[in-house]
Nanobody, 116 residues
């Protein structure tokens, strides 16, 4: 499975961005898709995930500001990010989890920069 992100960029604090991620290849075994981020000098952390059935999970730091959604027919996941803060600056990675024992698939990442 290949995943590719798009939609990153530079935005002022308080602004919004929408990230997209499309999966291709052997997608029928994907059960969960999500977004992770990694700021300079930090570990990669979970931002939000969504299962095939629509169950979502968010990091506390983004609850109420970010919304994850999914188009199962198109194997695409979106991350709507509102009220962005400078601490949201990071490279955002898309992740696709498949049924065991298949490995996760990761995208190349897209940079989000929030200026104060």
């Amino acid at each position: 499975v290949q995943v590719m992100e798009s939609g990153g960029g530079l935005v002022q604090a308080g602004g919004s961005l929408r990230l997209s991620c499309a999966a291709s290849g052997t997608t029928f075994r994907i059960h969960t898709m999500g977004w992770y981020r990694q700021a300079p000098g930090e570990h990669r952390e979970l931002v939000a995930t969504i299962t095939n059935s629509g169950t979502t999970n968010y990091a506390d730091s983004v609850k109420g500001r970010f919304t994850i959604s999914r188009d199962n027919a198109k194997n695409t996941v979106f991350l709507q990010m509102n009220n962005l803060k400078p601490e949201d600056t990071a490279v955002y990675y898309c992740n696709a989890k498949r049924t065991f024992p298949l490995p996760d698939s990761w995208g190349q990442g897209t940079l989000v920069t929030v200026s104060s």
